[in-house]
């Protein structure tokens, strides 16, 4: 079993989960690797920092970057020239990235990057579309779900609102919003869980909502479910229930079927930045 993470130091990390030790140590990144993702279809791993995401092959145990992907839509062989120093300004025509997500067959990769969020086809590593249309600020947050010749690309924003995508398999170009779902947080989006037909949506309101995909209708809404900002989501394995992580270190469980809190602890002095799970553990990240 491994388990990765990422550091303020500029790298990304392999573990082994069950020695304890360090694996490998993904480096040369221009700031802070804000998110890490693993792809167990393809043994490949992508890093984020700033405007840049690293495609890491680790089929050997190495840390070899083979391509750098731009929030531009530029592909570079091997990683870019980054200089030693912590980089803060970006480069001319480069965004933030703020997150990413993997179709479940792992051929697509979507980076949320300023209000759109491109699509890449990781067969040829190349920018094949964007998904624009209707959020009036950043995209902070993605999650994917995949049906029978498409994926369901959902979007949460700092503009308060959920769009949803539908990307049929090798569609390319600008494509829009199936629909959003009403009504909008009070705040920006900072979290997202998916499942079935059901999603779950946290919020710098310190709100989770409940949605029915199917029907696109808020099924409930859990007003205060944290003191601060709900910034993590995800589901315990083989299990209806919900784990939320917020800005003030708090993790909550939830029954997903009535959506009824279950238990609380608190897991950290700072903000929950992550969750994940496996049969076994749950693992939470912070600074």
């Given at each position: 079993f491994i388990f990765q993470s990422y550091f303020p130091d500029r790298t990304a990390k392999t573990w082994d989960l069950t020695t304890g030790k360090e694996l490998i140590s993904f480096s040369g990144h221009p700031n802070n690797v804000l998110k890490v993702k693993y792809c167990e279809k393809n043994k490949m791993t992508f890093t984020v920092s700033q405007s840049y995401v690293k495609v890491w092959d680790i089929r050997d145990n190495s840390s070899k970057c083979i391509k750098t992907l731009s929030s531009s839509g530029l592909s570079s062989s091997g990683t870019v020239n980054i200089s030693t120093t912590r980089q803060t300004d970006l480069v001319p025509g480069e965004h933030h990235i703020n997150d990413i997500a993997l179709s479940e067959d792992g051929f697509m990769l979507y980076c949320a990057t300023g209000n759109i969020v491109r699509a890449w086809d990781l067969r040829r590593y190349s920018a094949v579309g964007k998904l624009s249309g209707l959020h009036t600020?950043?995209?902070?947050?993605?999650?994917?779900?995949?049906?029978?010749?498409?994926?369901?690309?959902?979007?949460?924003?700092?503009?308060?609102?959920?769009?949803?995508?539908?990307?049929?398999?090798?569609?390319?170009?600008?494509?829009?919003?199936?629909?959003?779902?009403?009504?909008?947080?009070?705040?920006?989006?900072?979290?997202?869980?998916?499942?079935?037909?059901?999603?779950?949506?946290?919020?710098r309101d310190s709100c989770i909502k409940k949605w029915n995909l199917e029907d696109q209708q808020l099924k409930q809404s859990m007003n205060q479910a944290h003191k601060d900002w709900v910034c993590a989501l995800d589901f315990v394995p083989n299990s209806n229930y919900l784990i939320s992580g917020c800005r003030g270190g708090f993790l909550k469980l939830w029954q997903t079927d009535n959506f009824t809190p279950v238990g609380e602890m608190k897991a950290h002095s700072s903000p929950i930045n992550a969750i994940a799970t496996n049969s076994s553990s749950i693992f939470t990240a912070s600074k």
């Open positions: 600020a950043a995209v902070m947050v993605l999650a994917v779900k995949a049906q029978d010749t498409s994926s369901l690309v959902v979007t949460g924003s700092k503009d308060h609102t959920i769009k949803i995508f539908e990307v049929i398999d090798d569609a390319a170009g600008v494509l829009s919003p199936k629909y959003g779902l009403e009504p909008p947080h009070y705040d920006g989006i900072q979290s997202l869980a998916i499942t079935d037909q059901t999603l779950f949506s946290g919020s």
